[in-house]
């Protein structure tokens, strides 16, 4: 039966299902993701909830144990917490977009019952331990964050400031990326992609003792970075390390090549092989040019599936430079 608000009269017409067991309360509404009606979910013995593994804004309405909302939210954004209500026994979740504003209040008291079987949740862990990797990297890449920034502080160069800017913007798109409607089973992809960010982070400073290279090292580094900066901006929440689909784009810069991003990090690891050639940075750098292409064949071997992206083929023919690759 719908919610019944019995302070106005008022019924949601919506098909509740209650998490019972613990893998139900960790999914919530995840579970529900493929159904399309009017939706909700009571989670039972529970006083605070969190959305971090939402991609969608949900509203909640936090009852007493005789059904009276004690908090209503009619939108928490994704990634938040509301860890605690006092006296709060169950709380009753539905998407955001539900139209449910209005007819809910503080102070209103509830009749809830859950009238559907709850769905298998199995399609929904791949959604779960996408956002738990999104935080783990996000994580991760805060060290980065705080090591570039020192750097910065230091050196004062465009090339530090570069720097905390690429590391600060992965963190946030880690957090915001879109989740992949379909991603590379093959694990030789995962290897490409991990292979080649791990070594990209073991390149160590050896600089040659010529003032000239240095100087067009660092400006090439600094170009590098830039235009890094330029190719994630136009990439946005399509973000990703391993080869997948999560939206395709076809503005800003990827008018003009397939893989400006993969040519902006190339461009910067040639500034700085130029500067540091040591044979250990040399060998790394060749693995990672290696990976690098071995990624955008990958990424574009997955992309052709979708029809949109065999378009956008016929539309931009270099990979990563204009009328020349």
């Known amino acids: 039966m719908p919610v019944v608000n019995r302070s106005t009269g008022a019924r949601l017409p919506h098909t509740v299902y209650c998490a019972e067991n613990w893998s139900q309360r960790i999914l919530g509404l995840l579970s529900l993701q493929r159904i399309f009606s009017p939706k909700a979910i009571l989670i039972q013995r529970c006083n ?6 939402m991609d969608q804004p949900i509203g909640a309405a936090f009852l007493r144990q005789d059904g009276r909302v004690l908090r209503l939210e009619p939108s928490i954004p994704p990634r ?5 209500v006092a006296g709060c026994r169950s709380v009753l979740e539905w998407p955001a977009d539900s139209a449910v504003n209005g007819l809910l209040r503080v102070g209103d008291q509830l009749e809830v019952k859950a009238d559907a079987p709850f769905p298998q949740t199995v399609s929904a862990w791949p959604r779960f331990f996408h956002s738990i990797t999104n935080f ?15 750097k910065w502080l230091d050196q004062q160069s465009f090339k530090a400031l570069g720097l905390f800017l690429y590391n600060t913007l992965l963190v946030y798109l880690f957090l915001a990326r879109r989740p992949s409607t379909v991603i590379s089973h093959r694990w030789y992809d995962w290897l490409a992609a991990a292979g080649t960010v791990l070594i990209s982070i073991a390149l160590r400073p050896s600089p040659l003792m010529n003032p000239l290279l240095q100087t067009v090292s660092l400006i090439g580094q600094t170009a590098g970075i830039a235009a890094i900066l330029i190719a994630l901006a136009s990439l946005g929440k399509s973000f990703g390390i391993v080869p997948a689909n999560r939206q395709i784009k076809s503005n800003g810069v990827y008018r003009w090549v397939r893989h400006p991003l993969y040519a902006a990090e190339l461009l910067f690891l040639a500034a700085f092989l130029l500067g540091n050639p040591s044979l250990s940075n040399l060998i790394k750098g060749a693995l990672i040019t290696f990976g690098q292409v071995v990624r955008a064949l990958a990424e574009e071997n997955l992309l052709k599936q979708d029809p949109a992206y065999r378009s956008y083929l016929e539309k931009v023919r270099y990979r990563f430079i204009p009328h020349v690759l």
């Open 48 to 53: 605070g909830i969190h959305t971090f593994t």
């Open 80 to 84: 938040r917490m509301i860890p605690y």
């Open 136 to 150: 783990c990297l996000a994580f991760l890449w805060l060290g980065f964050v705080i090591t570039t920034f020192s």
